[in-house]
């Protein structure tokens, strides 16, 4: 019997004084996951949902870049000497970096600056591939691996060296000090193997990069699909034949926008077309990598839930270590 894993990212968050006090899944009209999954325990939580996948998945902190894993996820080559390094939309501003989460305001136009300037790496052979709301992966004959800071707080600006900092200043000094900062760079690394208890057979089913490319450096099947509806289509349709791991990235994007209206409707919408799709499905796991506050917009680092409608024998809000939740909840398949 296969098993549907249900990423709910950056569910967790801050206590919200507009909302009494309470957080936005706790106020989120979502009545399918409460008595489907009436199994719930916790897990530690890492800072970056690549860092969660990789031990969920495997038991084992991951070895391969952000940039590297959505490189793998976008389909980019990333082999012999090539680099990757993800892009992100920010504000270089006052001697800072301010990230940019409402970069659907000029994303098209960053886009086409971005390409118009890409002239200046053709040494390295370039490739880039852009998602949602102008982020990027590029990958380039290069040996340069920069250390740069990383979103979603704020940093002092850290000049990029070589020909890569030439082709960010000067999308940033056309688009008025808007550009795609570069960070979570790196080359191909080893990657551990998943666990052997969830078998050769997955499909994940995200919208995020990163998602699908700890999914494909672990061998499993991935399809990138925009729309929220469309992915419950694509992942009912997988589970006949094998797991899933279906991702809404969209609860972590509304909490970086510091936007609890936004998060509250996409987790009752996500509880909706959960009970559309999968009121049958017997085995269903919900799970959460971070906290993401609509207070701050930043990343919690903290104990997160872990719910299920497996009766794994897990005591009620126990604390299960996030290398041993697969093992502990698959053994009962």
């Not at 940039?67 to 390094?85: C, K, P, Q």
């Not at 052979?125 to 340069?144: H, Q, S, Y």
Request: net charge negative; with cysteine.
């Amino acid at each position: 019997m296969n098993t549907l894993f249900v990423l709910l990212d950056g569910m967790e968050d801050d206590p919200n004084p507009l909302l009494d006090g309470k957080k936005p899944y706790e106020v989120a009209d979502m009545p399918f996951m409460y008595e489907k999954a009436k199994h719930k325990m916790y897990t530690t939580g890492r800072g970056y949902t690549q860092l969660f996948l990789n031990e969920f998945f495997t038991g084992h902190p991951p070895e391969i870049s952000r940039a590297v894993l959505e490189a793998l996820g976008l389909g980019l080559d990333i082999s012999g000497n090539r680099t990757a390094y993800r892009l992100s939309p920010a504000e270089i501003k006052d001697g800072m970096i301010h990230w940019s989460y409402h970069a659907h305001l000029f994303c098209d136009r960053l886009m086409s600056v971005m390409n118009r300037n890409l002239c200046i790496l053709e040494d390295y052979d370039p490739k880039i591939r852009f998602f949602l709301n102008g982020r990027a992966v590029l990958t380039m004959e290069c040996d340069d691996v920069p250390d740069l800071p990383s979103p979603p707080v704020d940093a002092p600006f850290k000049e990029i060296p070589g020909d890569l900092g030439r082709f960010v200043m000067a999308v940033a000094e056309e688009m008025g000090g808007i550009t795609d900062y570069p960070w979570g760079c790196g080359k191909l690394g080893r990657q551990h193997p998943p666990f052997k208890c969830l078998g050769n057979k997955m499909m994940a089913v995200s919208d995020s990069p990163t998602a699908l490319g700890v999914a494909a450096s672990l061998g499993y099947d991935i399809n990138l699909i925009d729309r929220v509806e469309d992915r419950f289509h694509v992942a009912k349709k997988a589970l006949r034949s094998g797991n899933v791991f279906l991702h809404i990235d969209e609860v972590d994007e509304y909490s970086h926008q510091k936007d609890h209206c936004k998060k509250i409707e996409i987790l009752e919408r996500t509880d909706r077309l959960m009970k559309e799709h999968f009121e049958d499905t017997e085995r269903i796991v919900y799970f959460v990598d971070h906290g993401t506050s609509c207070i701050t917009g930043e990343h919690i680092i903290m104990d997160v839930p872990l719910w299920t409608s497996i009766d794994t024998g897990i005591p009620e809000g126990e604390l299960v270590p996030l290398n041993r939740v697969i093992p502990r909840i698959m053994e009962k398949r």
